[in-house]
């Protein structure tokens, strides 16, 4: 091979290992790129839910915080431990007498007895008491409120005004449907609230199976 030839190709060798390089650095680029816009789209994706979350939240807390429409107070409620039935002056009961073992909060898909859930209030649990024949989709809405939250009592109830009714110690909110924002508002003001007689006292090691 003639040092021109020789030459020619170290020539032709050079440029195309100069070209390779070219596009190496390009597709480390594109990659490093793409790269980057997933890790921002993942992270963007991750951080929209929890800042819906902290807005969703405090939306409800402000809701709780002003008058909810809707709320009836009563007030000058006894609380003595009775055996037998109470006659209570609403349905569901929002206080008063009531038995000595109070009722398991969670939710249950059979009535529950009113003195036993009465007692559960005392302790600050909010009642969401509902009507027999509500849609399922809807009681499924009803009994998610009770999820995490070891002070919401959810079972079906006889004889209410209301298709859904959310009972705490001495305050009642009749609603008709369970989106209802004020149910949220009431569940944030109401559980473990100041109305509460005795804060802190368990919602569970009563009576009653939960589902």
């Not at 800042?51 to 402000?62: D, G, L, R, T």
């Not at 919401?152 to 006889?158: A, C, I, R, T, W």
């Amino acid at each position: 091979m003639s040092k021109q030839r020789h030459q020619e190709r170290a020539e032709k060798v050079a440029a195309m290992r100069a070209e390779q390089q070219r596009k190496d650095r390009k597709n480390k680029i594109l990659i490093f790129g793409t790269t980057g816009v997933v890790a921002v789209g993942l992270i963007t994706a991750a951080a929209i839910p929890l800042v819906n979350q902290a807005q969703q939240k405090a939306e409800i807390e402000a809701a709780a915080n002003a008058p909810i429409e809707g709320v009836e107070e009563t007030t000058d409620l006894t609380s003595n431990h009775v055996e037998g039935t109470v006659d209570y002056a609403s349905a569901p009961p929002v206080g008063g007498d009531h038995n000595a073992v109070w009722q398991n909060c969670g939710v249950y898909t059979e009535p529950v007895v009113e003195e036993h859930a009465v007692h559960s209030l005392e302790h600050g649990a909010v009642w969401i008491a509902y009507s027999p024949d509500l849609a399922a989709d809807d009681v499924a809405t009803l009994a998610a409120k009770a999820e995490n939250e070891p002070y919401v009592l959810v079972s079906p109830y006889e004889g209410a005004e209301s298709p859904i009714t959310l009972s705490a110690w001495g305050f009642q909110l009749e609603v008709d449907d369970p989106a209802d924002p004020r149910i949220d508002a009431f569940l944030e003001r109401y559980l473990q609230g100041e109305q509460t007689p005795e804060p802190g006292a368990a919602c569970f090691g009563g009576t009653g199976t939960p589902v």
